[in-house]
Nanobody
């Protein structure tokens, strides 16, 4: 059984910062790609940032220069540092992780439960 637990969302004024965390736990054998997505009501979920097992990362154009994705492989945890936040960054943020567990060792993707980020005065 694998679980993804997210934390760090909340209310922040424009220009502020937040740091999201997502920890994978359970019968994990190996973790590969770790992603952050976001979704607003009435819109499809969109990819925000991705990081591979070697630390290589990529970002959506709308967050480049403001957000930083990182990971701690020893803790099976991925982070999203969000700076210079804008009202349009308001969304539910989801982590999305590709991993293999010890029970059925084939690659599968898992989603976190989501954490709300609100950027507003």
């Amino acid at each position: 059984q694998v679980q993804l637990m997210e934390s760090g969302g909340g209310l922040v004024p424009p220009g502020g910062s937040l740091r999201l965390s997502c920890a994978a736990s359970g019968t994990i054998f190996e973790v590969n790609v770790m992603n952050w997505y976001r979704q607003t009501p009435g819109k499809e979920r969109e990819l925000v940032a991705t990081i591979d097992s070697a630390g290589g990362s990529d970002y959506a154009d709308f967050v480049k220069g403001r957000f930083t994705i990182s990971r701690d492989n020893a803790k099976n945890t991925v982070y999203l540092q969000m700076n210079s936040l804008k009202p349009e960054d308001t969304a539910v943020y989801y982590c999305h992780v590709e991993l293999r567990d010890t029970i059925a060792p084939r690659w599968k993707y898992y989603w976190g439960q989501g954490t709300q980020v609100i950027v507003s005065t």
